[in-house]
């Protein structure tokens, strides 16, 4: 089975800045079923990409996705404090699913 | 709309089982696959398991660490998806999230909580 590694733990970062978050796969990832979620406490996760780089419906343009076998990363092009949260990516293609363990984003 | 409406989540005792559903709308869930994603208070996601649609026969997948325990299984008639879950432990306790996945774009649903303690 795959294992999805997120990093840094914990990021952060000022409103305006740069936020790079990182998922990296155990095995290369095939069939580019890659999506990354932001979880706010007590709210289910929301989608914010699917299938590496699509933004999900309603996302501002902000966030994009990139990667391509074992290295994803979502950015976040200018940080705003409803950005804080935690963040997942999520592997759901035909091999059994994963997660990453999260990052967490705070806003100065 | 697509819309995913999980159920029967509940408090139970470590040993009991219990059967949580999701119900599909707005479109056909034997088209997709349906995976039922888990929570623990505080914790991360974690994946619990899978069934692919109709083309795929409807193959299962499970979580190595629930394997044996768990049973995902389908209802196409109420298209509807069910876990079943036995021999419940103190650390199953979480929200379970049912999902689908249509053209590469994930849904999931609000949740329910199963709370396992004596």
């Known amino acids: 089975e795959i294992v999805l590694t997120q990093s840094p733990g914990t990021l952060s970062l000022s409103p305006g800045e740069r936020a790079t978050l990182s998922c990296r796969a155990s095995?290369?990832?095939?069939?580019?079923?890659l999506a990354w979620y932001q979880q706010k406490p007590g709210q289910t996760p929301r989608n914010l990409i699917h299938d590496v780089s699509s933004r999900a419906s309603g996302i501002p343009d902000r966030f994009s996705g990139t990667g391509s076998g074992t290295d994803f990363t979502l950015t976040i092009s200018r940080l705003e404090p409803e950005d804080s949260a935690v963040y997942y990516c999520?592997?759901?293609?035909?091999?059994?699913?994963?997660f990453g363990q999260g990052t967490k984003v705070e806003i100065k | 709309e697509v819309q995913l409406v999980e159920s029967g989540g509940g408090l139970v005792q470590p040993g009991e089982s219990l059967r949580l559903s999701c119900a599909a709308s707005g479109f056909t869930s034997s088209d997709h696959f349906m995976d039922w994603v888990r929570q623990a208070p505080g914790k991360g996601l974690e994946w619990v398991g899978r069934t692919k649609h109709k083309p795929s026969n409807y193959v299962t997948q499970y979580a190595a660490s629930l394997r044996g325990r768990f049973t995902i299984s389908r209802d196409n008639s109420k298209n509807s998806m069910y876990l079943q879950m036995s021999s419940l432990k103190v650390e199953d306790t979480a929200l379970y999230y049912c999902a689908a996945f249509l053209e590469g774009v994930p849904y999931w649903g609000q949740g329910t909580l199963v709370t396992v303690s004596s």
């Open positions: 095995q290369s990832v095939s069939d580019g079923y």
């Open positions: 999520h592997l759901y293609g035909d091999s059994p699913g994963t």
